[in-house]
């Protein structure tokens, strides 16, 4: 579904992606680890085309969509959810799914359909439409940042930082709703803090070290790498 490959970020004249190549199949969970300050985040920026890349191809669903802008890849299936909080403090649940669900265009059937799909995901959230995001926990937050990312009816969803900030009841719930997305062929690249929840639900894995890869495969083979996972538990604690 994502091929990206020999990706090369410079902000400025600083370069901060080396030659970075990864790629994600249909229905697939792919973590994306590291040391602090490895570059993770701005693999998922350069995808998401919120910033430019110097060299290098990124293909979506064989399609080639180097350079192109946000919107269109939002409107293409490959929806970003970022780190930290991504909802509308100021604006009702309802406000953000609807907002969420501007992407899909004009049909406001499909609109309907596909946040009432969500809601029925997220039955927390129903209870609370009208309720101003920014007074929820921070797990509720969490929750509509997710529901607004699914109600764009993605194809790949990138993931930074699921579990920040979180109990980890909640990050069970989201978990939970979350496989049940892939098992209908959503696929997922996810950048997590905490390494062995990550491992745990992906297939395979990418460690990234000073903006280059310096392991990919399955993620059972990572977990006996303790020449680099040490470098994150010892430096990393959810870095970019």
Known sequence: MLRVEGLNVSYGPVQVLFDVSIEVGDGEIVALLGTNGAGKTTVLRAVSGVIPVSS????????????ASPRKIVQSGLIQLPGGRGVFPGMSVRENLEIGAHSLGRDHARRRRAIDAVLDEFPDL???????????????????????????????????????GLAPKIVEQLLETLRRYVERGV???VIEQH???????????????????????????????DDLLRAVFLTSTGGR
């Open 126 to 164: 129903r209870d609370r439409l009208d309720q101003q995001a920014g007074t929820m926990s921070g797990g509720q937050q969490q929750m509509l940042s997710l529901a607004k990312s699914m109600v764009v009816e993605p194809k790949l969803l990138l993931i930074d930082e699921l579990s920040l």
């Open 187 to 189: 696929s997922v690249v």
């Open 56 to 67: 290098g191809t990124i293909t979506f669903n064989d399609v080639d969509i180097t350079g």
């Open 195 to 225: 390494v062995d929840l990550a491992l745990s639900i992906a297939e395979r894995a990418y460690f990234m070290e000073r903006g280059s890869i310096r392991f990919d495969g399955p993620s059972a083979e990572l977990h006996g790498r």
